[in-house]
């Protein structure tokens, strides 16, 4: 059996339990570089519990509806932050964490311009490129010790459409 899922606009407010979306203000910070660059100070925190920060690039393959969620995963000692490349939008999937397992999942899709970071320890669905393969950048912990969990549902989870209804 398979339970359904819709995939809603990625907005601060909804995201926010889970991480951070990561776009610019509507005036940046500070200008700098001679005047020719608008900065957008500290969008979002990274924690990690021990370790340094990290940089990667991560090319994956697109992903298509219906979209079978039967993995999520976290990482506990940092946080992970994905900052696409080439402006193809990701469905994210989080979950809340129900006594040390995830909860209901909530699907989103991401925006041209938008970037998450997930906060520690959250559940959250593997990367996923809608529509067409992608590139993202990812900031997280480099260190020893185990940083990944991985939960796989006994009844997946389909994401069986987008709305573009941020509320649903």
């Not at 920060?53 to 697109?62: P, R």
């Amino acid at each position: 059996m398979s339970r359904a899922l819709i995939a809603r606009p990625l907005t601060a407010e909804a995201f926010a339990p889970f991480g951070d979306v990561l776009v610019p203000k509507a005036q940046p910070d500070k200008i700098i570089n001679q005047g020719k660059c608008g900065r957008h100070h500290d969008l979002a925190q990274l924690d990690f519990a021990q370790g340094r920060a990290g940089i990667s690039l991560f090319v994956s393959e697109a992903r298509h509806l219906p979209y079978t969620v039967d993995l999520v995963e976290r990482h506990p000692e940092g946080s992970q932050a994905f900052v696409p490349l080439d402006g193809v939008p990701m469905i994210v999937i989080v979950a809340p964490d129900v006594g040390g397992t995830p909860g209901t999942p909530l699907a989103f899709l991401s925006q041209p311009g938008q970037s998450i970071n997930l906060h520690r320890g959250v559940w959250h669905g593997v990367l996923a490129p809608f529509e067409a393969p992608g590139q993202y950048i990812v900031v997280d912990r480099i260190g020893d010790g185990t940083n990944l969990e991985e939960h796989w549902f006994d009844d997946p989870w389909i994401v069986t459409e987008i709305t573009l209804d941020a509320e649903n």
